[in-house]
């Protein structure tokens, strides 16, 4: 029977998508629920599982194809087994000192030929599954292609960009040059950005803000909390729930404008920026003013997994009402977030120094970060930001004060 494959149901923020990469090929025996396909959105990058067991009949559309919700991207054979792949031809045997005197195109070519799934990455490690796919398909030995991803991995795009020659791979000369189109997710990306510089008045405010005694509170509570909870007890958590309790406090900070009204959002959906291999994504954590420290490291745990992994899902991001960013993960000491509209206000965590400060008459050193709230000027006025940032800090540098809602 055949069982037609079709593109998920898109949100209606979402119009089309692109096939990114196919993991079978037509004649390819698949079992239930095993991946067939990768579709890219402008947002996140969406796994198409196969409805049944059988074989893969037909593909009707290939990678880089745009397709719409709904649309029929391949039928399966439900039930059905896979031909036999027929016995490789054997190769005639070249006379006495032939290898010596192969043309050397034709070498090359069975050089080509190697099945790439074996070859590992140049950094370590195997490909992943979609440059794994391009490099057999394409002929490429990942060894000569330079990788973009993170830590130099090779990615799908590399191989594909490589094998079309966009790319001059590793022994490209001492000027190498490449043009890449921007993936979906990029360009969404650089749409939103532009969006948000030319349709806000946005404006930034600084802080400072004494985490010695957070600090003091992990180390005390970190074993005692990994047994209770089973995650260890990270910064983030005390800065998600510090920012909720601070929205409830400062309402405007958590609005966003809509025409010429104001939404005044009466629950705390914080988007956590994670980063990846194809860009910036922020998942929401949602009603977190509810939430404990453990649910909150739960959730940005499971959140950070899924973005590595490549499975999260469009409901994952949809929505938030303030965002949280940490530049500080890449040694930024102090920057300028943009804010993420509809979205009103962005706040910055950055990287933890030891510096000289006076408390109490006396010159100390203190662990201290900067911290930055971007905010939308229409609504939000420089009180309202500056007294947000001076909440937050009174959280952190009093944190008993935060555990009772104070």
């Known amino acids: 029977m055949a069982i037609e494959v079709k593109v998920p149901v898109l949100p209606e923020s979402v119009s089309d998508a692109t096939i990114a990469s196919w993991h079978k090929k037509a004649g390819d025996a698949v079992k239930r629920d095993e991946n067939l396909l990768d579709l890219e959105t402008d947002k996140v990058v969406l796994e198409v599982p196969s409805p049944v067991d ?27 087994t896979a031909a036999a792949a027929a016995p490789a031809a054997e190769a005639p045997k070249p006379a006495a000192g032939a290898e010596q005197v192969m043309p ?21 490690g195997d490909l992943p599954p979609g440059a794994r796919f391009a490099a057999t398909t394409s002929g490429v030995n990942p060894a000569d292609v330079a990788g973009t991803g993170r830590r130099g991995m090779v990615t799908k795009e590399d191989i594909v960009n490589y094998a079309s020659g966009k790319t001059a791979g590793v022994t490209g000369g001492a000027r190498p040059e490449e043009r890449v189109p921007m993936t979906r997710m990029r360009a969404r990306i650089a749409e939103r950005l532009m969006q948000s510089k030319n349709s806000i008045a946005m404006l930034t405010s600084f802080n400072e803000v004494n985490l010695a005694k957070v600090m003091e509170m992990r180390k005390e509570l970190q074993d005692d909390f990994v047994k209770a909870n089973g995650i260890k007890l990270g910064f983030m958590s005390f800065f998600a729930k510090a920012a909720a309790n601070a929205l409830q406090r400062h309402p405007a900070v958590n609005a966003s404008v809509d025409g010429n009204d104001v939404i005044y959002h009466g629950y705390a959906d914080i988007s956590i920026a994670v980063s990846t291999d194809k860009g910036l994504v922020t998942p929401v954590l949602r009603n977190v003013e509810r939430m404990g420290f453990a649910e909150i490291e739960q959730g940005i745990a499971d959140y950070a997994k899924k973005a590595r992994d490549g499975k999260l899902g469009l409901d994952d991001l949809q929505g938030g009402t303030f965002t949280i960013t940490n530049g500080g ?10 804010v993420n509209p509809p979205q009103s206000a962005i706040l910055g965590m950055h990287a933890i120094k030891e510096r000289a400060i006076v408390e109490n008459g006396q010159v100390i050193a203190a662990p201290m970060m900067y911290i930055a709230l971007s905010y939308d000027h229409r609504i939000i006025d420089g ?3 500056v007294l947000f940032l001076v909440d937050i800090k009174n959280q952190l540098e009093n944190p008993h004060r935060m555990l009772l809602g104070m």
Do not use: C, R, Y
């Open 329 to 338: 993960t890449f040694g930024s000491l102090m920057s300028t977030p943009i």
């Open 383 to 385: 009180k309202d930001a």
């Open 54 to 80: 059988g074989v893969l009949k037909e593909i009707k559309f290939e990678a880089g194809a745009t397709v719409n919700s709904q649309q029929v991207i391949a039928v399966i054979e439900e039930g059905a």
């Open 104 to 124: 050397k195109a034709q070498a090359a070519a069975l050089h080509a030929a190697a099945p790439a799934s074996t070859t590992p990455n140049p950094v370590g």
